[in-house]
């Protein structure tokens, strides 16, 4: 490799400097020709993306669009990551989640790459009196334990520690997160928590004799699973975070030690430069609390690939998009992260889920090497300007649930949960437009998969925030059709109508065979409407071929026996025709309507 030498000349010296005012006018030219007549500013604007939150991701960053000095890996503001050394000793943690008691599945983990566990123990989980025998053979010296019992945190916790003493651990070599999160519980099922006093002697227990461990958990996937955006999870982790060390000091903990026994979870998602911004946002928010508080500390995050995002028609697209996640996480600097499996939504994973969950770390760490550069994402003006607008809208919320009476008096009042159903809201409109597009789900879906089959799952804790997913929408069309399936030996049918050559039609053709299998409504192509099994019908051509033949073509389907006549393309007025769909129409509104029609039940 040549290293050139530093004299202080750019590689770009026989260029010309381009401007910003330059861009914008290609940028205008590029719109005039697609009939938008912006100029300067606005012209940039035309191009710039809506995110959530009230933020815009531009199309152009440059070192004008400025941002709070990031500090170094390891130190205040903790922007570039909780560590100086990142996650180059080794990568990140590994930690698999496990809902069963199933040992042999834990010492496999173990065995192929997994390097910390994350028990659910509990009611809907692990037995309690069953960790000994989930743990035998693990050597606990060496891997971390994050539990989580919801209400049972007290016997769980003490079972662990009981375990660490009768196997001979020493306090020292314990590791790992007791997992108590009252608030958590609250959002979860709705009750009022539990007492915080065991929650702060187990605080007071670890923080004096366990140093590796740490009592609670700021966990921020109830928030995230109720459809809270980026802002929401980060405002709602510090409110929680902030109601835990005001507890935890009125117990008699000093601030540092307060600080020490909190572990930060959050969710990371196949959008990867939020899900970056939102991590270093996170650590930057809690340095900010921890310095008010008087005891300067970073941030020990974990973070999850989202539940939310997972798909259950075609899993196997959900390895790509945990994929994603996890590099983000990693990029990131979570020094932890879960990944879960592919068949997550479908219920209990099996070995080759949980097998291709743990690889996905090993080949981004040891393949990618993607852990050797700390902070790769530092650096870029998108990145840290994003990083900066989601920090201030985060702090905005924790704000407002501060002013409210603080994260449980949030909780108890409701005016959270009606927050973050006004943000799922919104998301819901895109999706079912598919703004949002869901691969496998609201484009290219697959009516013909034959889904793997999986042992239920652990009933999840109800009574809380409502747990929702990309998917909820089309999944319920989807249900509808196969149950039709299942009783009448067929799929609800529609008739694609294709006007002219390929050329005229291929493009509208295959936009209305994707939105209507969307629904679980079976296209039919070729040959005549009587034969197809069909009762409605859907147009597909140019618009020149539609003012041709749209209206003769309508009648011929009706005299068919056609009930309704679809049209694919922006609405018009063509005799015969009843609706119309295109690009932005609601989908699910479209689909829902049509299974109605079809006497789909």
């Known amino acids: 490799m040549t290293v050139l030498p530093d004299d202080g000349l750019s590689l770009a010296a026989e260029f010309p400097d381009a401007t910003h005012e330059q861009w914008q006018r290609l940028v205008e030219g590029v719109l005039r020709k697609s009939g938008k007549e912006v100029s300067g500013a606005a012209a940039e604007d035309a191009l710039s993306t809506s995110l959530e939150d009230g933020l815009r991701a531009r199309p152009l960053y440059t070192a004008d669009d400025s941002a709070p000095e990031p500090g170094l890996p390891g130190f205040a503001p903790f922007v570039r990551g909780g560590r100086a050394e990142g996650n180059t000793l080794g990568g990140w943690d590994v930690r698999q989640q496990h809902t069963t008691g199933d040992n042999a599945a834990v010492l496999g983990d173990l065995e192929n790459g997994v390097t910390s566990l994350w028990l659910v123990t509990g009611g809907r989980g692990i037995p309690v009196a069953s960790l000994g025998a989930t743990l035998d053979g693990v050597f606990l010296d060496l891997a971390p334990i994050a539990l989580e019992a919801g209400s049972e945190v007290e016997p769980a916790a003490a079972e662990l520690l009981r375990l660490y003493e009768e196997r001979g651990i020493a306090p020292e070599a314990a590791r790992g997160t007791l997992g108590a999160d009252p608030l958590g519980f609250a959002a979860r099922t709705g009750n009022e928590g539990f007492p915080f006093a065991p929650v702060a002697a187990l605080a007071r227990r670890c923080a004096e004799g366990y140093p590796g461990l740490r009592a609670l958990t700021v966990d921020s996937l109830p928030y995230h699973e109720a459809g809270g955006s980026a802002a929401q999870e980060l405002g709602a982790s510090l409110a929680t975070g902030v109601a835990y060390l005001r507890e935890l000091t009125e117990a008699g903990l000093s601030v540092e030690q307060a600080v020490g026994q909190l572990e930060f979870r959050y969710t990371a998602t196949a959008d990867q430069f939020l899900t970056i911004a939102k ?36 899993p196997w697209v959900n390895m790509l998009r945990t994929t994603v996640a996890t590099l983000a996480a990693g990029v990131g600097g979570a020094e932890s992260v879960t990944v879960l499996p592919f068949d997550h939504a479908l ?97 290219f879906p697959n009516l013909a998969e034959r889904l793997p089959e999986r042992s239920p799952a652990p009933v999840e ?65 070729g040959g005549a409407f009587a034969d197809s099994g069909a009762t409605e019908a859907c147009l597909c051509s140019s618009d020149a071929l539609y003012e041709e033949q749209a209206a003769s073509v309508a009648g011929e389907l009706r005299s068919a026996g056609a009930g309704h006549v679809f049209l694919a393309g922006r609405p018009g007025q063509y005799p015969g025709v009843d609706a119309y769909v295109f690009a932005g129409c609601d989908a699910v509104a479209v689909l829902s309507a049509t299974l109605d029609r079809m006497g789909v039940s």
């Open 279 to 314: 991590l270093r946002a996170a650590r930057r928010l809690w340095a900010r609390v921890a310095e008010v508080c008087g005891a300067p500390g970073g941030q020990t995050q974990h973070a999850v690939t989202s539940p939310v995002m997972m798909s259950r028609r075609d």
């Open 347 to 443: 219920g209990l994973p099996d070995a080759f889920a949980r097998r291709i969950a743990r690889n996905t770390s090993t080949i981004l760490v040891e393949e990618s090497h993607l852990s050797r550069v700390i902070d790769p994402a530092g650096g870029s003006w998108y990145v840290e300007r994003l990083t900066d607008e989601l920090a201030h809208a985060g702090w905005e919320f924790f704000q407002h649930i501060e002013q409210q009476g603080g994260q449980a008096a949030a909780l108890r009042s409701g005016s959270l949960r009606e927050d973050l159903a006004t943000t799922w809201a919104t998301r819901s409109a895109k999706l079912a437009k598919r703004r949002e597009p869901i691969t496998g789900v609201s484009e």
């Open 461 to 525: 804790p109800s009574g809380g925030l409502p747990r929702v997913r990309r998917d909820e929408a089309y999944e319920a069309l989807r249900a509808r059709s196969d149950a039709h399936l299942a009783a009448t030996g067929s799929r609800p049918r529609i008739f694609l109508a294709a006007l002219g050559p390929a050329a005229a039609h291929t493009a509208r053709l295959t936009f209305a065979s994707n939105l209507f299998q969307a629904g679980g409504i079976e296209p039919v192509t």
